[in-house]
């Protein structure tokens, strides 16, 4: 939820207080899962996965899902650094 977090231009969106659970239980942890995914598809992530890779730890669509919110952080900063300048 934290990666996700990186890419938020406003912190407040996140519903760290109603949505994330600590996922002590399965239920918890498929919520975060599905929030998470949510989040990243709302700020643009290219998401070739589904919630049951995260709770199956599901390497590869992991790492995938890590790389397209890296590049929209990455192409976010950028271009509000661009339009400072």
Do not use: P, R
Request: proline share 0%; aromatic share 8%; net charge negative.
């Amino acid at each position: 939820m934290h990666l996700v977090a990186a890419i938020s231009s406003d912190k407040k969106e996140i519903d760290w207080e109603g949505l994330v659970t600590k996922g002590d239980d399965d239920e918890g942890k498929e919520t975060n899962a599905k929030y998470a995914i949510t989040l990243a598809k709302k700020y643009g992530c290219v998401i070739f996965m589904v919630w049951k890779d995260v709770l199956e730890v599901n390497k590869k669509m992991l790492l995938i899902f890590m790389a397209s919110v890296f590049d929209v952080a990455t192409n976010t900063n950028t271009s509000a650094v661009q339009q400072q300048e």
